[in-house]
């Protein structure tokens, strides 16, 4: 699949644009190609006019400008004049429009890069929705530079402009004494220079507003798994999703009551952490019949009591108060049709289970109920693989696997995999490849530790991420955003849970599981190796959605090394 520079494509884009930016990332034959584009946004000026609409590096043939047409119809009359669907008659020609776009480009790596103008460049223009066969044939391009919709449904997109880039070589090799195909160029290291001097002519202009919009259009679009697990929902009373982090178990949770809500019915939609509770509390607010929170909560509201003072343990929360609770449910005569557990690796324990039971209109065993968790590696309160207990109070649920990721960057997701020894545990990403790796930061002391993670946090404000899209996380409650001394950081930094605008939230790793953020910097990591580091270590890294940076002592930093079969010095 091509690296895609910007990697999203702004909604109001034309369609055929759109449809040629999806095929581009998807197709597996642009494989290490490079493709740079550019985007149509509101209040949008190109900083370099005539620029093309892609620009596609792709190694051992050579850099091709795209210009593209959306129209349904094109013809071009006697005279010269072009015809393109609604819009007024043009003679401008946009074999020219291409060809101006490809010598600008060329022109522009000869005033500081002229080693390269030697790679293959050449220009072409693909009608995405029209059949260009009302298009005469014309000295002023090659018939093979002409693409139309026949093109683009009929065969991959890499097959055609793979076709292209072939039968342009052939031409420089017939007509250009200087050209030499056997060099097979652009190398792959010339097609990265390629597109780190050409990249500030697609990005710079964008503004830090429209980057942060773009993210979150990108985090919106469904998968087909997705679809298919809400089809799941709608014909099945009782599922249990399973899925490694990110595989969007909370959004389904989320939708699933939205739907409920919906078709008249009462919904009770329950978790095991705070934060995840509060905050699917607040997602639900305004859809009647539904409430949302932690199942603890919602235990102590229907005891009417508060948790002890003494710090109560295991024992207190998992047997005592569920006890409580049942006395009144018991006596209660209003379980809601459906129930919608998230977290649910945390909750199937016998006590919780027996609250649950009565919460849900039959039962576990007969009523409507949906459960989603990561039994895997997400288990990280030691409660051991609960689907048996589950199994033991109502045998007849479906029980599909979540394999695509929906909330990571590929680099993100794999890492997280590797690190934790999960291998390959997700077969798609929903998010393209942007090229920005994971960032690791090695510190030897707290002082140390202290001046990384002003760096870290200054690197993101620099890559357009405000400081409530960042999130620091630490598997110590005494970490380092906590203990803190500078007053830079300590204005800058606020537990999560009371961050106000302008500041960024920092939170333990335990609090924080369920929840995800643009960009995670995780801090104090000691090690990487045994079950309960890994566990913590894979919640941690898969929060970040779009930027990761992990800080690490020296043995944590080998470990990791280690895990992904890198050498570290």
């Known amino acids: 699949m091509a690296r895609m520079i910007p990697p999203v494509i702004d909604r109001g884009a034309p369609p055929g644009e759109r449809r040629l930016f999806e095929r581009l990332r998807s197709d597996p034959g642009t494989d290490g190609w490079i493709v740079l584009h550019s985007l149509h946004i509101a209040q949008h000026r190109r900083q370099v006019e005539g620029e093309a609409d892609f620009v596609i590096i792709v190694p051992r043939l050579g850099v091709l400008c795209m210009e593209v047409k959306s129209h349904r119809t ?10 393109l669907g609604a819009q007024q008659p043009t003679s401008r020609s946009p074999f020219t429009q291409a060809a101006e776009a490809m010598h600008s480009l060329r022109a522009f790596l000869g005033r500081s890069r002229r080693d390269l103008t030697h790679i293959p460049f050449w220009s072409a223009v693909w009608f995405t929705d029209a059949n260009a066969t009302a298009v005469p044939s014309s000295p002023e391009w090659h018939h093979w530079q002409l693409l139309d919709r026949g093109d683009l449904i009929r065969h991959p997109v890499s097959r055609s402009l793979t076709s292209v880039l072939v039968q342009a070589r052939r031409h420089l090799s017939a007509t250009r004494p200087s050209f030499d195909a056997a060099r097979n160029e652009p190398t792959e290291a010339q097609c990265e ?15 830090p507003a429209d980057v942060r919009r773009l993210r979150d259009d990108d985090r919106l679009t469904f998968l087909q798994e997705q679809y298919d697990a809400l089809d799941l929902i709608e014909s099945e009373p009782r599922v249990l999703f399973a899925g490694a982090a990110g595989t969007g178990k909370t959004f389904l949770a989320l939708e699933a009551a939205r739907r409920a809500s919906l078709q008249g019915q009462s919904a009770r939609v329950l978790c095991f952490n705070q934060l995840l509770g509060r905050w699917l509390a607040d997602q639900l607010g305004n859809f009647p019949g539904v409430r949302a929170g932690t199942l603890h909560r919602a235990m102590l509201d229907l005891a009417q009591v508060k948790v002890p003072g003494d710090n109560p343990g ?5 047997e005592e108060l569920p006890d409580l609770a049942l006395e009144v449910l018991f ?4 379980p809601v049709d459906v129930l919608i557990v998230d977290e649910a690796q945390d909750l199937c324990v016998p006590g919780y289970l027996d609250v649950l039971d009565l919460m849900v209109k039959g039962g576990l065993a007969a009523g409507r109920w949906l459960m989603f968790g990561d039994f895997q590696r997400q288990a990280i309160y030691g409660q051991g693989d ?6 033991a109070r109502g045998p007849s649920f479906f029980q599909p696997v979540l394999h695509h990721n929906c909330r990571n960057t590929p680099r993100i997701g794999q890492a997280a995999a590797q690190l934790t020894g999960l291998g390959n545990v997700y077969r798609k990403f ?3 490849d942007d090229g920005i790796d994971v960032e690791y930061y090695k510190y030897g002391s707290p002082s140390e530790q202290e001046t990384k993670l002003a760096r870290a946090l200054d690197a993101l404000y620099k890559d357009h991420y405000p400081p409530e899209q960042i999130v620091v996380l630490s598997a110590r409650t005494q970490g380092a955003a906590h203990i803190s001394t500078s007053p830079a950081l300590r204005q800058r930094l606020s537990p999560y849970s009371s961050a106000k605008a ?21 801090t104090d990591v000691e090690s990487a190796e045994g079950p309960g580091a ?23 930093m080998r470990q990791m090394a280690r895990n992904l079969g890198r050498g570290y010095a």
């Not at 929840?515 to 995780?522: F, M, R």
């Open 502 to 522: 302008g500041q960024t939230g920092y939170s333990t790793i335990h609090a924080f599981k369920g929840l995800d953020a643009p960009a995670v910097i995780v």
């Open 331 to 334: 006596e209660r005569t209003d």
């Open 386 to 391: 609960g689907r048996i207990e589950l199994t």
């Open 430 to 432: 929903r998010r393209p």
């Open 193 to 207: 220079e390629l597109a780190t001097k050409l990249r500030p002519r697609f990005e710079l202009a964008i503004s």
């Open 534 to 556: 890994e566990a913590l270590l894979y919640v941690a890294l898969s929060r970040g959605s779009d930027r990761l940076i992990v800080l690490a002592k020296d043995q944590a």
């Open 74 to 83: 094109v013809s071009r009359d006697s005279s010269g004049t072009w015809h």
């Open 314 to 318: 295991a024992d207190w929360w998992q």
